[in-house]
Nanobody, 126 residues
Framework: QVQLVESGGGSVQAGGSLRLSCTAN????????MAWFRQAPGKEREGIVS???????NYADPVKGRFTISKDNAKNTVYLRMNNLKPDDTAMYYC????????????????????WGQGTQVTVSS
């Protein structure tokens, strides 16, 4: 069983930056995707960015050019750097992981994830 532990949320003014971290504890399959999702009050959860084990990244349109995902394989950690934050970015942010023994997932933003973190709150004020 894998546990995902997130950190780095907080409150910031519009235009500011935050960095979220997600560390995976446990066995990770070699062909994996990790992603960040967010859910604002009254809205559905949305996938915003993903990274595959081989480094391939996908970004949803609302965050392109502002958010950057990266990973540190030695630490089993994924980071989300968020720049130029907007009030619309206010949400609970969740880290997610899915993996298997062979074959890369073609598109990590649309795959079904089976491991989730507890969430970290990001609040952006205008």
């Amino acid at each position: 069983q894998v546990q995902l532990v997130e950190s780095g949320g907080g409150s910031v003014q519009a235009g500011g930056s935050l960095r979220l971290s997600c560390t995976a504890n446990g066995r990770i399959y070699p062909y994996y995707c990790m992603a960040w999702f967010r859910q604002a009050p009254g809205k559905e959860r949305e996938g915003i960015v993903s990274i595959r084990g081989d480094g391939r990244q996908n970004y949803a349109d609302p965050v392109k050019g502002r958010f950057t995902i990266s990973k540190d394989n030695a630490k089993n950690t994924v980071y989300l750097r968020m720049n130029n934050l907007k009030p619309d970015d206010t949400a609970m942010y969740y880290c997610a992981l899915v993996g298997r023994d062979q074959f890369w997932y073609p598109q990590c933003l649309t795959v079904e994830y089976n491991h989730w973190g507890q969430g970290t709150q990001v609040t952006v004020s205008s």
